[in-house]
Structure formats: structure tokens, C-alpha cells
């Protein structure tokens, strides 16, 4: 009974499960009053579809439409998780000064941040589930490569501390996306 039990189809069934719930805690996160309750526990939950999905010998989801299933909740947890952390990990640099005044100030430098990091966290987790990892160089030369003239700009002036939040918020962002994109690639599709 217990071998009919713990099948591929199952533990694929049940990292779906898991990765549903992260992104309902990542939305979640969204709010401001939620992020530090919501983040740590999406957090948890992909790192738990990570160990089923990594824990037997062999994971898997049968069919076109779990397959997508599959596809659309990780890169949705990739983008919509990525913001909220992000923002959490900004709270806790910022410990010593009022967190909306320093975000002010980096958004003032960085304008279009929240848009430019999901495209990123999207593009991130495209490139490594299409098994192309050499894209995340690609999509992390044109995110420098774009906003270094505001980089330079801000740090000519007065310092904001822009440089320091845009490596931050880019190895964070990337970081959860990684994460979500490597459920993913642990779970086969058959």
C-alpha cells in the first residue's frame, strides 16, 4: 500500500501543491503590513517543494496540462515572490533609518524598479528552465548595462546609496528566481 502511495505522479502532485501555496503566501506578501509574516513563508514553502521535489528518485507530472500547470505557478512564484523579498531584504538593511525614507530615495534614482525586477525575475526563470544558463549573463548585462548612466548620475550627486541598492535588489530578485525556476527543473514532465 505504502509503494502505491509515494509515486512520481504523487510527489509531483504534491510540489504543485506547494508551489500554489507559495505564490498565495508571495501575493500576500505584497502588503506592506504582510511582507515580513508572507515573504519568510513563501520562502519555506518553495524551499520545501524543493526538497520533494528533489527527494525521491524520481519526480514527475503527467500531462500537457499539469506540465503547464507546472510552468505557469513557477514562474508566477519567480515574479510575483521576487518583489515582496526584495523589499523585506531592503526593510532589514535599512534597520537604522525609516525604511520608506531610503526606498524613497533609491526610487527617486531607480525609477521603473518593481516593473524592471519582475520583467528579470522572468526572464531569469525562463532562461534557466529553457536550460539556457548563459542567458542569466545575458539578462544581467542588460539590467547593468541599462540603469548604469542613473547609477553613475546618482553617485556623482548626492550619494543615495543607489549602487549598493540595485546590487542588492538585483542578487535578491535573481536569488528567488533561481529558486523557483529550480523546483521546476527538478520535476519531470512526462
Not at 98 to 127: Q, Y
Not at 177 to 185: E, F, L, S
Given at each position: 500500500m505504502t509503494a502505491d502511495i509515494l509515486t512520481a505522479q504523487n510527489w509531483g502532485a504534491l510540489t504543485l501543491v506547494l508551489l500554489a501555496f507559495a505564490l498565495a503566501c508571495s501575493l500576500a506578501a505584497w502588503a506592506s503590513a504582510g511582507r515580513r509574516i508572507w515573504v519568510p513563508a513563501a520562502l519555506v514553502l518553495v524551499a520545501a517543494a524543493a526538497a520533494v521535489a528533489a527527494a525521491p528518485e524520481r519526480v514527475a507530472v503527467e500531462g500537457n496540462a499539469a506540465a503547464t500547470l507546472l510552468m505557469a505557478l513557477g514562474g508566477a512564484v519567480a515574479v510575483a515572490g521576487g518583489g515582496p523579498a526584495t523589499a523585506l531584504v531592503f526593510d532589514l538593511v535599512d534597520r537604522r533609518e525609516p525604511p520608506t525614507e531610503s526606498l524613497d530615495r533609491a526610487g527617486h534614482v531607480l525609477r521603473g524598479g518593481a516593473w524592471i525586477g519582475a520583467l528579470e525575475r522572468l526572464a531569469?526563470?525562463?532562461?534557466?528552465?529553457?536550460?539556457?544558463?548563459?542567458?542569466?549573463?545575458?539578462?544581467?548585462?542588460?539590467?547593468?548595462?541599462?540603469?548604469?548612466?542613473?547609477?553613475?548620475?546618482?553617485?556623482?550627486?548626492?550619494?543615495?546609496?543607489?549602487?549598493?541598492?540595485?546590487?542588492?535588489?538585483?542578487?535578491?530578485?535573481?536569488?528567488?528566481?533561481?529558486?523557483?525556476?529550480?523546483?521546476?527543473?527538478?520535476?519531470?514532465?512526462?
Amino acid at each position: 500500500m505504502t509503494a502505491d502511495i509515494l509515486t512520481a505522479q504523487n510527489w509531483g502532485a504534491l510540489t504543485l501543491v506547494l508551489l500554489a501555496f507559495a505564490l498565495a503566501c508571495s501575493l500576500a506578501a505584497w502588503a506592506s503590513a504582510g511582507r515580513r509574516i508572507w515573504v519568510p513563508a513563501a520562502l519555506v514553502l518553495v524551499a520545501a517543494a524543493a526538497a520533494v521535489a528533489a527527494a525521491p528518485e524520481r519526480v514527475a507530472v503527467e500531462g500537457n496540462a499539469a506540465a503547464t500547470l507546472l510552468m505557469a505557478l513557477g514562474g508566477a512564484v519567480a515574479v510575483a515572490g521576487g518583489g515582496p523579498a526584495t523589499a523585506l531584504v531592503f526593510d532589514l538593511v535599512d534597520r537604522r533609518e525609516p525604511p520608506t525614507e531610503s526606498l524613497d530615495r533609491a526610487g527617486h534614482v531607480l525609477r521603473g524598479g518593481a516593473w524592471i525586477g519582475a520583467l528579470e525575475r522572468l526572464a531569469t526563470f525562463a532562461t534557466l528552465v529553457a536550460g539556457w544558463p548563459e542567458g542569466l549573463a545575458v539578462v544581467l548585462a542588460l539590467k547593468g548595462l541599462g540603469r548604469y548612466p542613473e547609477l553613475r548620475a546618482a553617485e556623482d550627486g548626492v550619494r543615495t546609496g543607489a549602487a549598493e541598492r540595485f546590487i542588492i535588489g538585483t542578487f535578491t530578485s535573481v536569488l528567488w528566481a533561481c529558486a523557483a525556476a529550480g523546483v521546476v527543473a527538478l520535476v519531470s514532465t512526462t
